[in-house]
């Protein structure tokens, strides 16, 4: 039997197809004994190439040091209690109220206030009634309302 005869157009295209897609994975795939198709990056402790930035690690903002009058809140209490003063504060600018109220509550909460603190005494003074004057703030204000999860 004869094999059916081919057209030489069709060889060719068929040929150089596969060519093609040998170049393309030599490119991706290191076959041995040619060079790298892109450079290795260097190991540790190895200079960089020149025309390379490094990157450097930015250092850490320096943290000021907290003042002596909060050692008993330490620095998460401190920040703690800024950030509930901050939400009762904004709560109670929100809340319709009429301006003698108003006035009233936002005296009250204002010992709620760490900045306002001056002394290790008034910091002492405050954190006594700090629970107290609290909830009776937010029973005026209401609860911070919860996440919802998912």
């Known amino acids: 039997m ?7 157009a069709d060889t ?6 596969a060519v093609e897609e040998y170049t393309e994975y030599t ?5 041995g004994g040619g060079a ?17 930035p490094e990157e450097v690690a930015e250092p850490l903002a320096p943290v000021p ?3 002596e009058r909060y050692a008993r809140l330490g620095a998460e209490g401190l920040a703690r ?12 600018a929100a809340k319709e109220l009429d301006d003698s109220q108003r006035a009233e509550l936002t005296a009250r909460a ?3 206030n760490p900045d306002a603190w001056l002394t290790t ?7 006594e009634e700090y629970e107290a004057l609290f909830e009776s703030l937010r029973a005026v204000v209401g609860r911070q309302p919860r996440s919802r999860r998912l």
Not at 2 to 8: G, H, K, M
Not at 27 to 31: P, T
Request: proline content about 13%; aromatic content about 4%.
């Open 2 to 8: 004869a094999e059916p005869a081919t057209d030489e």
């Open 12 to 17: 060719e295209q068929t040929v150089s197809g």
């Open 27 to 31: 490119e991706y795939v290191d076959l």
């Open 36 to 52: 790298p198709s892109e450079p290795a990056e260097p190991e540790p402790g190895e200079p960089s190439e020149a025309g390379e």
């Open 65 to 67: 040091p907290l003042p």
């Open 81 to 92: 209690v800024r950030a509930r003063y901050a939400d009762l504060a904004a709560r109670l």
């Open 110 to 112: 204002e010992r709620l």
């Open 121 to 127: 005494d008034e910091v002492a003074a405050a954190l």
